[in-house]
């Protein structure tokens, strides 16, 4: 499985992003697909998650604000990130199956190369 993250960029407090993450390989063998991001100097955080079913999940600290969708024809995920603050710059990478634990996301076994996104203020 290979995953090939993209859309990162330098944009505005207030401004928004749409981060794509392509999934090539044994697509079938995957169940769910979920974004984490890594500030510089802080743990990595899991942000969102979908289902093949298309159940998603949003981290509270970007609830409202970011929304998860997937496109299955293209094995693609995406990321729609609107009202960007500063502290929303972090590299975000894509993970598969991600699993449920304690209010939290375990990662699954395959990462893509994560995109950075930086948010001016």
């Known amino acids: 499985v290979q995953l090939q993250a993209s859309g990162g960029g330098l944009v505005q407090a207030g401004g928004s992003l749409r981060l794509s993450c392509t999934v090539s390989g044994r697509t079938s063998s995957i169940n769910a697909m979920g974004w984490y991001r890594q500030a510089p100097g802080k743990q990595r955080e899991w942000v969102a998650v979908i289902t093949n079913d298309g159940i998603t999940d949003i981290a509270d600290s970007v609830k409202g604000r970011f929304t998860i969708s997937r496109d299955n024809a293209k094995n693609t995920v995406y990321l729609q990130m609107n009202s960007l603050k500063p502290e929303d710059t972090a590299v975000y990478l894509c993970?598969?199956?991600?699993?449920?634990?304690?209010?939290?996301?375990?990662?699954?076994?395959?990462w893509g190369q994560g995109t950075l996104v930086t948010v001016s203020s």
């Open positions: 993970n598969t199956d991600p699993t449920p634990l304690l209010g939290l996301y375990v990662p699954g076994d395959y």
